[in-house]
């Protein structure tokens, strides 16, 4: 089938190219959520977004389990604070602990009950094919990771605030979620509102500069 390219003029090309990256450098992670709830309709699109996303042999190995239910949330939460105590206590190295130390994070998570929505992604190892045996599926984590950039741009572009969130391990989310062992956790991202009067560290507002990211020869 042919190409659905629109070929734009040079100066519009440059308006979008740079309009879009001052609305992308005003995203920033954020651990303060609001409840107030978000439609259903708009988690929807921005998984289709994702699901537009470049991936090995178009097998598209990715799974988006979300989550709004309280009580589901409430498992994910204790599960991953679980995971999280034994993290800060006893797993991260010092070096870690103080790369972390000016976000003032620790292992209590209540966003992942505030925010209105989760969102457990997975990256799908391997599929039934038509004759009922397995195959694998190929570059599922990188083929994931560029959906979940997708994902996180949808969101913003939306009016919406995320968390990426990684836990470590996370193997919990494939009970709690229902998936199958041929799924892999891969990121926990939370979804909402930002709450009234929230902030974010300054130094996370600090990008590297084009010069220090690139490289032209």
Sequence with gaps: ???DFRALSEPEMRARALAFFE????RRTV???SPRPVPRDLIET???TAGTAPNGANLQPWHFAVIGDPAVKRRIRE???AEEREFYR??????WLDALAPLGTDEHKPFLETAPWLIAIFAVNSFAAPDGSRQQTYYAKESTGIACGFLIAALHQAGLATLTHTPSPM???NEICGRPAHEKPFLLLVVGYPAGGAQVPVFATRKKPLSEISSWR
Excluded: W
């Design 23 to 26: 609305e992308m450098n005003r």
């Design 1 to 3: 089938m042919p190409l």
């Design 171 to 173: 193997n919990f989310l």
């Design 90 to 95: 006893h797993k991260a190295p010092q070096a």
């Design 79 to 81: 599960a991953a604070e």
């Design 31 to 33: 651990r303060e959520f």
């Design 46 to 48: 921005a998984l289709r």
